[in-house]
């Protein structure tokens, strides 16, 4: 790997200025022959049809679907267009997370409790699984990429934009307006990626090149772009209504950390003799806040626990053209600088561009923050399971990153003060709200996880804090 380029190309997504994190092409809506025994049950999985009931809607009608499906390893293993293979992952992908997770919803809907899934795939889901996933060197379980969110989109409107409300999904669960809203948003929050990627793209280009009008004007864009990301995020409480996430969270758990629910693993039957375990499809495998961590040097204060190697993990979750991507950008920023753009900036003193990347570390607390919240009341407001979907603490993980985007903003913020500045662009406003500001939402953090980390809490409490505080994201 080396500095960083232009593009990394997989053939379903290209990252670069031009696509951002986006399919370089729509997905394909539905599975043509071969396929077409997939294709109706995915058709008829959700739980709910509009005017009538789904297979997932009745217990066990979902096992007789899946005994009457054939096995397409044959056709799979032949399969040589990359958007077929990717829409044949996406199928198989909510099959197998429908078929075992189907027992535990059911428990649900009577208990509020997740039940026990089944742990074993059939052949004639878990060969061709399989066999896709190697064509794409991705893991067999449903992921946030090909599967769930960015590869599953189809527009209402074929002439209108990504914004929730004109995309629908290809493949569902619920089958209701609640989970459409609540994974199409992420597309939607996506449609500006193109902006974003490329700002990091040129800022570290013409950080090796010297350039310092054209390093501010991109740090500009980053923070402009990542203002409009955050606009669109809070679209999340209108989209996706929060007391209707458990109609259908369990189908998008993770086998990986969920062992009240799995056991020792899912067996892949015809394929592996012991079971295996894959973490689940989760929001922390969008690249977004991911990119933007490495860039701004947030990432230098990720703390050395087990939260962190979660984080990391993750990269092996996504495409490998993003895995690549986020290697030579963390290759770029060392290259920049020993301590990242900061460095750099600070000894250029680039005081405007200190400010902006101020800005950027701003509202990555934001969208860490915005989430955060998201936590507080679509999941501990509405369940005790205690575990994400990719199958870490839910109380912790969100936490643990934003006091390291803390941190880096009070490094910043330490530069800046050292240098000698007059005070007279809109700029300098910016600079010194965040700087008053940060007390308060360090102290934000510090009460929640002083209720949090006690037996038994109130995630009301938790959440009102954000109000009495003035950061509340709605």
């Known amino acids: 790997m080396g500095f960083i380029k232009s593009q990394y190309n997989d053939g379903f997504f290209n990252v670069n200025s031009k696509n951002g994190f986006l399919p370089e092409f729509p997905p394909i809506e539905k599975l043509n022959k071969p396929y077409q025994k997939l294709q109706e049950i995915l058709d008829n999985m959700p739980v709910s049809l509009g005017n009538k009931s789904g297979y997932l809607d009745i217990p066990g009608r979902i096992n007789l679907a899946v005994d009457q499906l054939p096995n397409l390893i044959a056709e799979v293993s032949n399969e040589q267009d990359i958007r077929i293979i990717q829409a044949l992952f996406r199928g198989y992908s909510f099959l197998a997370s429908a078929f075992t997770l189907e027992p535990s919803f059911q428990y649900f809907r009577k208990t509020g409790k997740y039940g026990k899934a089944n742990n074993i795939l059939p052949k004639q889901i878990a060969q061709p699984f399989v066999e896709v996933s190697k064509k794409l060197d991705v893991f067999p379980w449903l992921d946030y990429h090909y599967a769930y969110s960015l590869g599953n989109y189809k527009k209402i409107d074929k002439n209108g934009d990504h ?66 990301m955050n606009h669109r995020r809070k679209q999340m409480w209108k989209a996706s209504r929060w007391n209707h996430y458990n109609d259908f969270r369990v189908f998008i758990m993770g086998v990986k950390g969920n062992d009240d629910l799995f056991g020792d693993g899912v067996l892949y039957s015809g394929v592996w003799d012991e079971p295996k375990k894959f973490r689940g499809q989760t929001g922390a495998q969008d690249d977004i806040i991911p990119m933007e961590d490495i860039f701004s040097g947030v990432m230098k204060h990720y703390p050395k626990n087990e939260l962190t190697k979660y984080l990391i993990d993750l990269r092996s979750y996504r495409p490998k053209c993003i895995q690549n991507f986020f290697i030579d950008l963390e ?25 902006y990347l101020l800005g950027i570390l701003e509202e990555i607390y934001h969208f860490r923050n915005g989430h955060w919240q998201f936590v507080q009341k679509y999941i501990m407001a509405n369940t005790k399971y205690a575990k994400a979907t990719g199958g870490t603490p839910i109380i912790s993980w969100l936490p643990n990153q934003m006091k390291a985007v803390m941190k880096e903003m009070d490094s910043i913020i330490e530069i800046i003060d050292q240098i000698e500045i007059k005070f007279q662009t809109e700029i300098d406003f910016l600079y010194k709200k965040i700087k008053n500001s940060l007390p308060k939402k360090k102290k934000l953090l510090e009460e929640q996880l002083k209720i949090v980390n006690k037996k038994v809490f109130s995630a009301k409490k938790v959440f009102d804090l954000n109000k009495e505080y003035d950061l509340e994201d709605n």
């Open 163 to 228: 914004t929730w409300s004109n995309l629908d999904m290809c493949v569902r669960f619920s089958g209701k307006p609640d989970e459409v809203g609540f994974i199409m948003l992420h597309v939607d929050i996506n449609q500006h990626s193109p902006a974003l990627v490329g700002s990091v793209i040129k800022t570290l280009q013409n950080l090796k090149l010297g350039n310092d009008l054209k390093i501010i004007k991109y740090l500009k864009q980053n923070y402009e772009t990542m203002k409009i």
């Open 331 to 355: 290759n770029s920023v060392q290259e920049i600088h020993e301590n990242g753009i900061s460095g750099i900036l600070n000894n250029n003193k680039n005081t405007k561009g200190l400010f």
